[in-house]
């Protein structure tokens, strides 16, 4: 294996399928199912997921609300999401543990850096929920924080489509996929994949982010291996 090491970043609005909203039971199985073959492949597996399938901090805050109220409902947002995952991963036989960066001690574990890392080395798949515990940042920016703090070998972005374009594919037929980016080149180009904190704090610590189609069976081993999926965002 290329990657011995890696997080894995799903947008909340991934859960809910074509449904569009709340969490598809059929969506979830799959995840788990593509989560547990990296699992049984003895890849240390993290997650970090998103909340928007039920709460997004920014889009509350433009109707009037609080934004640190409307950005702590979203963080509530993605530990109901995280429940979710672990559940339809334990039900698999996969250990699991999800770690909160709000303490909530009698639903999940509290973030502790080395207890995550101590998680990793037992192969236990670890859910980090909640974001950063802060207001005004994103669960992209918690992906690149969570990965550099346990030493991540690589941070794969899940998305809906098989790599990054210079266009938005669906709306554009003629759209061209990049294989390759440099950090500074998405930056400069203001390509949406992840904010731009994000990109800097992988930029600053050389942690590669891979973008990807995780719906497309096979495609989460196959970038573990080392082929050639996807966009691969480097330094």
Do not use: W
């Not at 894995?8 to 809910?16: I, T, V």
């Not at 569009?20 to 788990?32: F, K, M, P, R, T």
């Not at 918690?142 to 998305?159: P, Q, V």
């Not at 982010?209 to 196959?222: A, H, L, Y």
């Amino acid at each position: 294996m290329k990657y011995k090491r890696i997080l894995l970043k799903l947008s909340g609005e991934a859960l809910s399928g074509d449904q569009g909203y709340g969490i598809n039971g059929e969506v979830l199985d799959q995840i788990s199912d593509e989560v547990m073959t990296l699992n049984e492949m003895g890849v240390e597996v993290a997650i970090v997921i998103g909340g928007g399938n039920i709460h997004r901090g920014v889009a509350g805050a433009t109707k009037g609300m609080d934004r640190t109220t409307s950005d702590h409902m979203g963080m509530l947002a993605t530990i109901i999401n995280s429940l979710a995952l672990q559940d339809a991963l334990e039900r698999k036989g996969v250990y699991t543990r999800v770690l909160s960066a709000i303490k909530m001690q009698e639903i999940c574990e509290p973030y502790i850096r080395r207890r995550a890392v101590r998680h990793l080395e037992k192969k236990r798949v670890i859910i980090f929920a909640a974001g950063t515990g802060n207001p005004y940042f994103t669960t992209d920016t918690a992906a690149a924080l969570r990965a550099n703090e346990i030493d991540a070998d690589l941070i794969m972005k899940a998305t809906k489509v098989d790599g990054i374009y210079d266009k938005d594919p669906v709306l554009h037929k003629d759209a061209v996929k990049f294989d390759e980016l440099k950090y500074i080149e998405v930056l400069n180009r203001g390509i949406k994949v992840m904010d731009s904190a994000a990109i800097s704090l992988c930029m600053d610590n050389d942690i590669e982010i891979r973008v990807f189609n995780m719906f497309e069976k096979g495609n989460i081993q196959k970038v573990v291996i080392g082929e050639q999926i996807g966009t691969k965002v480097v330094k």
